[in-house]
């Protein structure tokens, strides 16, 4: 009888901690995403600004963000402009191939802030990120 109890304790708690560790697909919590180029290279220490958090980017232009609802603004600053050939979201670091698609944004120059540029990411998660625009925010 204390075999089978403990064999039901046991069971019980593998049921219950399986539950604490995420899949990665960010359904449903936090997930992470890729500020990068146009090569897949992430673009670390951009300021942004999440619903759920703030943080800069990370050394893979990685940063975290909540996927049932959040809003993202990136504070664009002169370090990207380099960047002719445009910014992207991706899915996964250092590819290129993994761009997201379909994510709504706003982008918005400080100078004339009546006339933003909206969409949604397209192409392997491209935004169109002009020069003279100062912040981006995307809707998740």
């Given amino acids: 009888m204390k075999s089978i109890v403990s064999l039901v304790v046991a ?3 593998v049921f219950a901690l399986s539950g604490c560790a ?3 697909s ?3 919590g936090m997930d992470t995403h890729y500020l990068t180029d146009i090569n897949g290279i992430g673009i670390p220490d951009v300021r942004y600004d999440c619903t759920s958090n703030s943080a800069v980017t990370g050394i893979d232009g990685d940063y975290a963000f909540d996927s049932t609802g959040d809003s993202c603004t990136f504070i664009l600053d002169s370090h990207l402009v380099d960047t002719a050939q445009g910014l992207y979201i991706n ?3 250092n590819d290129a ?3 997201v698609d379909g994510i709504f944004y706003t982008c918005l120059n ?4 009546a006339n933003p540029h909206t969409g949604d990411t397209i192409g392997q998660g491209h935004f169109n990120h002009v020069f003279n625009y100062d912040e981006c925010t ?3």
């Fill in 11 to 13: 069971g019980a708690a």
């Fill in 22 to 24: 995420g899949d990665g």
């Fill in 26 to 28: 960010g359904e449903g």
């Fill in 91 to 93: 899915g996964s670091p």
């Fill in 97 to 99: 191939t993994s761009g």
């Fill in 110 to 113: 400080y100078d004339t802030s």
């Fill in 138 to 140: 995307f809707r998740y």
